[in-house]
């Protein structure tokens, strides 16, 4: 079950991360692995300054995955 949790709070966090960050779509397995990769990132960064709630992780996530699409555009030189 944890798993799941793992790619439905992934799935919303790198949705939510790509809606605010205004970059091209990447589709459902794109914002899944950035919602994943930014939850790890997001709670690099910040902890549990959101809490430890659905909320939170899908806030962490989403602040993660906007600083790893960031990277992916500086990297790539083109909007992602």
Not at 22 to 41: A, D, E, Q, W
Request: hydrophobic share 55%; aromatic share 8%; charged share 5%.
């Amino acid at each position: 079950m944890g798993i799941l949790w793992t790619i439905i709070i992934g799935a919303v966090a790198g949705w939510l991360g790509s809606q605010i960050f205004k970059g091209g779509s990447l589709g459902l397995i794109g914002n899944i692995i950035v919602g994943i990769v930014g939850g790890f990132i997001g709670y690099w960064l910040l902890g549990n300054t959101f809490g430890t709630e659905i909320i939170g992780q899908i806030l962490t996530g989403a602040v993660g995955s906007i600083v790893l699409l960031a990277i992916i555009n500086l990297v790539s030189g083109r909007r992602v």
